[in-house]
């Protein structure tokens, strides 16, 4: 069962602006493990427009550095639905680089593994608007996170919570607040499906505060 506790990487990141950045269990990989997770995001509210939803896909590829440090490099690309009137496409492509140290791992004196971590993330934003064409827009975030995680298997329950800073262009847009509830469920030694729910408190320059929520689902194996 140790060997599924150390592939939990993070759930996926998403390539939207709007998307947490760092959602991590608990469970270090391992000194010289490898771990890699692909899955699907669903974002409601993106960027405050009722009925406008970005679908993405993404993975992560981690390394364990040490026994308790992890590395966790991402890929992902999403595509927005429900566009307003005038704009017939919105997508995004990214990469990230993210650190996870494990501070407290569960034994037969902890109840639970905790970890807390931070990264980078570059993305570049589609817009195609009618009669202008394409408009792409660099985007960037700093985060920080923290999480916890509790072994039942075949379940492996978490909760996280990660603050992140949200820029373009160099200019500061924005803050968000994401707090995420989710599990493992293993099949195997190796393998692991990954569930997950997060509510987002987002507070951007200039604007008044909103919410959003993301629904995702992985795929995580140790190889």
Known sequence: MRLVTTLLLAVV????????????????????????????VSDANYNNVSGMSVGTIGGYVGYGITDKLDVLVNLGS?????????????????????LKYSVIQEGKDMPVSVAVGGGYKSSTLTTTVT?????????????????????MA????????????????GTAQGTAIDLTVGSAIAWSMQGAVMIEATM????????????????AAGVAYLL
């Open 13 to 40: 990141l998403i390539a939207s602006a709007a998307s947490a950045e760092f959602l991590l269990t608990a469970n270090p990989l391992g000194q010289g493990k490898i771990g890699g997770l692909l899955g699907y």
């Open 78 to 98: 999403a595509n927005a639905s429900g566009l307003p009137v005038g704009v017939s496409k919105i997508a995004a492509t990214g990469y990230a680089l993210n």
């Open 131 to 151: 009669g202008l064409g394409d408009i792409s827009t660099p985007l960037s975030q700093i985060s920080i996170a923290a999480g916890v995680s509790k072994v």
């Open 154 to 169: 075949p379940f492996i329950p978490y909760g996280a919570l990660a603050y992140r800073s949200m820029n373009s262009n």
């Open 200 to 215: 987002q408190s987002i507070t951007p320059n200039g604007g008044a505060n909103y919410s959003s929520s993301q629904l």
